[in-house]
């Protein structure tokens, strides 16, 4: 984590979203808090209306049990505006397209 970082911050022109949030995953999934958060500001500046960074952000604070700023960062994406849409499936039976949405129990071959 810390070449990645360093090599990002030698780059000479400021890293766009896709960098910053493909950092935050990795801060997320290394239990990097610190620089998880000083990315994160980075991309709100950015694009603050994608709910995936809230999302990724959210996720550093579950792994840390950092609950009251889980809290905050679903407040801060509720006022702000950022939807995040619910996850789904696509399954082909017998050449008919099934999609199934996370949480959603009424398709009939939801079994």
């Not at 049990?65 to 082909?92: F, N, Q």
Request: hydrophobic share 35%; glycine share 6%; charged share 30%.
């Amino acid at each position: 984590m810390d070449e990645a970082t360093n090599f990002i911050n030698k780059i000479p022109f400021e890293p766009g979203p896709l960098v910053c949030r493909t950092m935050l995953s990795s801060y997320r999934k290394h239990g990097n808090l610190e620089l998880g958060r000083d990315t994160v500001e980075n991309i709100l500046d950015l694009e603050p209306h994608r709910a995936s960074t809230y999302v990724l952000l959210s996720n550093i604070y579950v792994v840390a049990r950092m609950w009251d700023d889980v809290a905050k960062v679903i407040k801060l994406m509720k006022d702000r505006g950022p939807k995040k849409e619910p996850g789904c499936r696509w399954v082909e039976v017998k050449n008919k397209i099934h999609t199934f949405i996370l949480g959603d129990r009424s398709h009939l071959q939801t079994k």
